[in-house]
């Protein structure tokens, strides 16, 4: 079954960075375009990056762009979201999503908190 594992969130201080990375198996990763969500309390899930099978195209939500970066390790079947400049408004759980999966393509979340 599709299962995708999200690690690297946690406590930062405004401007600081951090790492998610997102272990995917039980569905061929090479061919599946991936994607990061994140949903702040009381707010809607929104779409932060996306990134196509083979890595060449990303977009990216207005509100990160140009300060998070998403790639993929397709023999590692691995997708990362590196995060700089992090603010407090970015404090959300982020979630690893690939959307061909369906309902199935979605990870747990992991709880990234921008706070001094």
């Known amino acids: 079954q599709v299962q995708l594992v999200e690690s690297g969130g946690g406590l930062v201080q405004p401007g600081g960075s951090l790492t998610l990375s997102c272990a995917a198996s039980g569905f061929t990763f090479k061919t599946s375009p991936m994607s990061w969500y994140r949903q702040a309390p009381g707010k809607e899930r929104e779409l932060v990056a996306s990134?196509?099978?083979?890595?060449?195209?990303?977009n990216y939500a207005a509100s990160v762009r140009g300060r998070f970066t998403i790639s993929r390790d397709n023999a590692k079947n691995t997708v990362i979201l590196q995060m700089n400049s992090l603010k407090p408004e970015d404090t959300a759980v982020y979630y690893c999503?690939?959307?061909?999966?369906?309902?199935?393509?979605w990870g747990q979340g992991i709880q990234v908190t921008v706070s001094s």
């Open positions: 990134i196509s099978s083979l890595g060449r195209n990303t």
């Open positions: 999503n690939a959307p061909n999966r369906g309902p199935s393509g």
